[in-house]
């Protein structure tokens, strides 16, 4: 089946670590997304990647960093400079170049130790 | 700027009411593109809708309707009957081109009762 795959499900963070939050997709997209998600905030950007190799700053880009080295992959490091990373992290594909929908995977819930 | 307000966080309603969700976006743009997505508690965000600026005929797809509104920048979301499987966040984004980033509203948590 097609789809978005985020792992694990859940993680968490000690003080000062870095952590990766894994996002594959096998649809075919062009385009991925990250966000953040928070109570009672939506769904805020963190990084975006139109094409391979190449990605853009969000809303909240601070303390996070990506990498797009194949179609399939956009991996999600938080890094120790994120302050506050405890939230739900998504992440989404579409193609890129359209209007239509967001392909969304199950979530990642951060939590700090 | 572009903006999404969704003013209503939480609604409550027994099942088989009708309930209506609004959506009220800010944007300069003459072409744009609005959506709606469920997020059960699972946490995925399923796809609801996708409409564009140029086509402000209503929608309605089974029990659901969408009211698209330029004049008031509105794009409201009615469930008619409301089930217990209706229970979710519901979010109503807002995009600008092809190769802009979607911007979601704050999301409107729905509980139905039976």
């Known amino acids: 089946d097609g789809g978005i795959t985020q792992s694990p499900k859940y993680l968490f963070r000690k003080e000062g670590q870095n952590v990766t939050l894994s996002c594959e997709q096998n649809?075919?997209?062009?385009?991925m997304y990250w966000y953040r998600q928070d109570p009672g905030q939506g769904l805020r950007l963190i990084y975006y990647?139109?094409?391979?190799?190449?990605?853009q700053k969000g809303d909240i880009a601070e303390g996070y960093s990506v990498s797009r080295e194949k179609k399939e992959s956009f991996p999600l490091t938080v890094t120790s400079a994120q302050k506050n990373p405890t939230a739900f992290y998504l992440c989404?594909?579409?193609?890129?170049?359209?209007?239509?929908?967001?392909?969304f995977g199950s979530g990642t819930q951060l939590s700090v130790l | 700027a572009q903006k999404v307000t969704q003013a209503q966080t939480e609604i409550s309603v027994v099942e088989k009411e009708d309930v209506t969700l609004d959506c009220v976006y800010e944007?300069?743009?003459?072409?744009?593109?609005l959506f709606w997505y469920k997020q059960p508690p699972s946490g995925e965000l399923v796809f609801l809708i996708r409409?564009?600026?140029?086509?402000?005929q209503n929608e309605i797809s089974g029990r659901y309707s969408w009211n698209f509104q330029k004049s008031t920048s509105s794009f409201n979301f009615t469930i008619t009957a409301s089930q217990v499987v209706d229970s979710a966040v519901y979010f109503c984004?807002?995009?600008?081109?092809?190769?802009?980033?979607?911007?979601f509203g704050p999301g409107t948590s729905l509980s139905v009762i039976p």
């Open positions: 989404a594909s579409g193609d890129a170049g359209s209007n239509e929908k967001l392909f």
């Open positions: 649809l075919n997209h062009d385009a």
């Open positions: 990647s139109q094409i391979v190799n190449d990605f």
């Open positions: 944007t300069r743009d003459t072409t744009y593109y």
């Open positions: 409409r564009n600026s140029f086509d402000e």
């Open positions: 984004a807002l995009r600008k081109t092809s190769y802009d980033k979607v911007i």
